[in-house]
């Protein structure tokens, strides 16, 4: 009805991912001077991604949907971007995460990365975000795979960039593995248009129905079922996680912990609810019962795994192996209100994943921890970024009035309300077992003497620094928002509820 | 009967909750911190009674909710249930404050500046806890009494006090993290509401639903830990090797009194009486907090160690509260009321004065006390008293709440329970008596004469510890001539 004051604002779609790629290929391409400001270009871009993602957002939940053409090209013969109340929460989540990195990475990066590396650390994290952001936005299942593949190659080389020699093997198995997700999902969007001649999404949720029991599909589905758990770490599939998440730069691991694998788990609902329909998962395969048993082990063996830890940043990655398993848990139970605990616990894990990567790299940079055993007495000298641990951690475990309760209570009244009494207790027990991981960090670092003459395992010969100013604020930030949208639980939980019963029709 | 809209109970949380705040900003002017505390104290209180004239006339005070969710608000409501738990934890607080400012000076506790801070925000949050209008708001004030009392169990820091504060968290998190997170979740879907009702949420749905009300009562009494119902009370023992006046903060302010606070709240408010009462769901109740009320008196009379005696003998009296609940007649009720402030103001009086004994004296055994009620007179004065009323004995606060129970259980028609009545109170007995007879009566062996017949009440720091459980003595003298209003409350609260 009303034309638009700028024909900008027609293509936010199309800046949002292209700002953050252009952007990218600009820093190593630029002169020195220019390329030693890497930080502050990659903070420019995402502050800007962030405002794209904000105004589409708004302008999403106002219309329902937004669509836009690429180049004009109407689909099917163009690639189209499509954006419900789903892909809107979850690309303003990726740039917020995204921007939040970036302030830290400005700030601190330096601390992990050799100085002469980091203009392409910088680079490689905003074509990490751009293709985060093409994969959500695109209406395309063969763009979606373009895109996951930029994705991809940005994380290998994102984990490259650890200080340990062991970041590079850990960066070549999820190479291996990636490149095995990649090649399934290929095979699997490859199938799909065999069998209905179409790559567009709306047009195969129309046509597949027709051929749901064919051999094709059932072949594609399970093709791409596999390759995104895959890249979503799902347990048994977990298995390149732990090592990447351990080893790359914590704002790297805090980046692809929050948005990278949510991204994974946003394909997955995709797949499963709007290029297949519901009932497809509900009659034809048994995707529902597998799901829960493979979430529900998530959940366990993950934060058992991540007890057993003595690192730091190794017990957080094991942690979202559990925590991904309830954003699956939710997803799989496929109820109005276990979807949206799902789409409430995505955005607590990003928010609070993210805010534990950075505290894991500040806790490096001011005290030279690395293992939870040279945390002790460390309160004291890192008031801040303890206080943001903690607070971070009373979410995950899920201690009211957090979000991570607001996305637990979700989650566990879904499954109490469709009579899965199995997985009740699987809920609350993984909250035990989180809150007994987190709490070995916390007592220590409270409760604990600093031994004497002790040197941390993560310490050179340089002395304790403080921890830049602008590293530490954007983790107690993003922990302090964990408390805030859990007293304020109406306003994502309202969202959530929206994109999930969008979902959920038939 | 009429429900009147006011900030009140919300300013009775933040007035502790702003004390704790400024506390911990002002660790490096002792005298301006104890000050903070103690106008909260004050303040709190002074908020809280100002509240007691419309309670007792039957009308509550409600804050506006604040909703967190379709369905989940965190509201507060002063009812006469909460008013008893809240007015005796606020009363309390000021006298504990007195106390503890004396007794981290003799024992040189360090970190003090915490120590205040938290027991200030143990304090807002039970206060919460005492005015939640709703399951949510009580389960949101229940972990945060929890998370707020860690760091005093914790507080010396040693190898033994970690690992209590370990077995505290474990006990108190676990439980109500699994058990009465399952429990709410299941009460809200299955009657589509989380308030606090009189008389009870469930409704026409009690008749057909046996089992599943079944396992939602006994998830709620297993997941209310701090109720220390055996076999879940371990976590309380454990937790004596923290500073006296944590003690009585455990045992008498706050951390319990939550417990079974919560539990007569569940019974009176979630399911109701009369639907209890048809469900049959009492009787297994009442035979648990039996147990617990005999087996905690047996373990008691094994302890040498004063402090731990007087554990033990807080988890049998627990059970009384819960037994009352479980009687559900209407006499019992109200006595599980009474008994949930007459307990209070006992065992912070007994709490107090084993802390002064090692305070001024450096004793923690039994057998050590000795002749000690010859040197400190009114300590021993005081905790005789308040043994008497845990005995059960007339003229005192205890014997007015066993009656009231014991009549509960003859009116419940189950007279059987009258002997449990009274096989504890023989028990009580039996390990009370013994302590002050060699208080007063014992002779000072060579080994620990030091000090020898000179009084050691003496001193500013003596008398504010002294000054404080001679008070909560007298309140439990006071009940037994003036229980009007407490049963007055009571009354209203067991829906009388």
Redesign the interface.
Known sequence: MTEPVLSLTQHIPALLVLVPLLASAIIPFSPARLRRAGGTVALLANAAALALASALAVETFRLGRVTYNFGGWAPPWGIEYAVDPLAAIMLLLVAFVSFAAAVYSRAAAGAEIAHEKLPYYHSAGLLLVSGLSGMIITGDVFNLYVFLEIASLAGYALIAAGRRRDALVASFNYLILGTIAATFILLGIGYLYMASGTLNIADLRERLPHIYHTKTVLTAFAFLMVGFSIKTALFPLHIWLPDAYTYAPSPASALLAAAGTKVGVYAMLRVTYTVFRPEFNASVVPMKTILLVLSSAAIIYGAVMAIAQKDIKRMLAWSSVSQIGYIVLGAAIASQYSLTGSLLHMINHALMKAALFMCAGLMLISTGAEKISDLRGAAARMPLTMAAFTAAAVSM?????TLGF?SK?HI??GA??AGLWAV??VV??G??LT?IYF?KVI?PA????PPEGHIPSGRGQAPDTPAPFWAAAPAAALAGLGVLL?????TP?AGAARAAGELLLK | MSELLSFKPLYAVLASLAAGLLVSVSGRRPRLRESFTLAGAAAKFGIIISMLPAVLAGHSFSTPG?????GME?RLKADALGMVFAAMSSFLWILVSVYSVGYLQKTGEERRTRFFAFFAFTLSAAAGLAFSANL?TA??FY?LIT?ATY?LV?HK?TKEA?ES??IY?AYL??TS??FM??AI??T??AAGTLDFVPGGIFGELAAGNKVLLGTVFFLFIAGTAKAAIMPLHSWLPAAMVAPAPVSALLHAVAVVKAGVFLVLKVTLHVFGAETLRELGFGGPLAWIASFTIIAASVMALTQDNLKLRLAYSTVSQLSYVVLGAALLSPSALKGAVAQLAAHGFAKITLFLAAGAIYALERRTKVSELDGIGRRMPLTMTAFSLCALSMIGAPPLAGFISKWHIGLGAVEAGRPVFLAVIGASALLNAAYFLPIIYRAFWGRPGADHGAGHGAATESGAAAMMMVVPLVITAAVTLALFFFPGPLLKLAELAAGG
């Not at chain 1, 475990?397 to 009035?401: E, F, L, Y």
């Not at chain 1, 859990?486 to 109406?490: C, K, S, T, V």
């Not at chain 2, 604040?66 to 379709?70: H, R, S």
């Open positions: 475990t899920g201690i009211p009035p607001m209570w566990a009244l109490v309300e009740v207790p609350l027990a909250s035990l809150g709490w007592e409270y409760f604990a003497a859990g007293l304020a639980a109406w939980a | 604040l909703e967190v969710f379709p965190l949510f389960f949101v972990e998370l760091p914790a820091q970690m504060g370990r968290l998190l676990g993290l699994t997170l399952a979740l299941i809200y879907n």
